[in-house]
T-cell receptor
Framework: QQPVQSPQAVILREGEDAVINCSSS?????VHWYRQKHGEAPVFLMI?????EQKGHEKISASFNEKKQQSSLYLTASQLSYSGTYFC??????????????FGIGTKLQVIP | DAEITQSPRHKITETGRQVTLACHQT?????MFWYRQDLGHGLRLIHY???????NKGEVSDGYSVSRSNTEDLPLTLESAASSQTSVYFC????????????????FGPGTRLTVL
């Protein structure tokens, strides 16, 4: 079952902040965040593991609330290069440690000057 | 440098034809995946494999098949192409959770745009 992302789209001016949310109805082992530019493949941003800490990547960080099966991606002081579609991917822990990641529909983010 | 390659990058075919999309990775990853991307649906998992001779169905596997005869390749076959299978297809791979850090990161290939007329 795909995780649910919100909002589906957002437009920001340079320097503004944004939050993208991801939720699942199932208990999660990890949450992944990826960004895809138009016409390109998705690119890994960060992974948050169950029991792990909040992660950061430049001015992009994320949190993972295990009890609520929710994750949020925080983009601060947005830059034009942040434009793209952001996907969260969720992994449900499977015995043996193998993993498959189920992705949400994506959040289209556009940063304008 | 390690990479994932897909071929062809663009393909136009007719309804009813058999089509095979190739995926080759040199990361030496055990896990390989096929996703399709459609507007409004995001990335949906078609098939996946955790190792040689292992294949599993994903959310949208009807009309597709895969085989894994070695670590590097996971070809995706559309047995009888349908217009509903027009999409962008991404192959991906990931390391085992106990592998090199960071574990479990999914690396995507460049994608294949398939049009079924």
């Amino acid at each position: 079952q795909q995780p649910v992302q919100s909002p589906q789209a957002v437009i920001l001016r340079e320097g503004e902040d944004a939050v993208i949310n991801c939720s699942s109805s199932k208990a999660l082992y990890s949450v992944h965040w990826y960004r895809q530019k138009h016409g390109e493949a998705p690119v890994f941003l960060m992974i948050l593991l169950k029991g792990g800490e909040q992660k950061g990547h430049e001015k992009i960080s994320a949190s993972f609330n295990e009890k609520k099966q929710q994750s949020s991606l925080y983009l601060t002081a947005s830059q034009l290069s942040y434009s793209g579609t952001y996907f969260c991917g969720t992994e449900i822990g499977v015995a043996g440690g193998y993993q498959k990641v189920t992705f949400g529909i994506g959040t289209k983010l556009q940063v304008i000057p | 440098d390690a990479e994932i390659t897909q071929s062809p990058r663009h393909k136009i075919t007719e309804t009813g034809r058999q089509v095979t999309l190739a995926c080759h990775q040199t990361w030496n990853h055990n896990n390989m995946f096929w996703y399709r991307q459609d507007l409004g649906h995001g990335l949906r998992l078609i098939h996946y494999s955790y190792g040689v001779q292992d294949t599993n169905k994903g959310e949208v596997s009807d009309g597709y098949s895969v085989s894994r005869s070695n670590t590097e390749d996971l070809p995706l076959t559309l047995e009888s192409a349908a217009s509903s299978q027009t999409s962008v297809y991404f192959c991906a791979s990931s390391n085992d959770p106990k592998g090199l850090a960071p574990p479990g990161v999914v690396i995507f290939g460049p994608g294949t745009r398939l049009t079924v007329l």
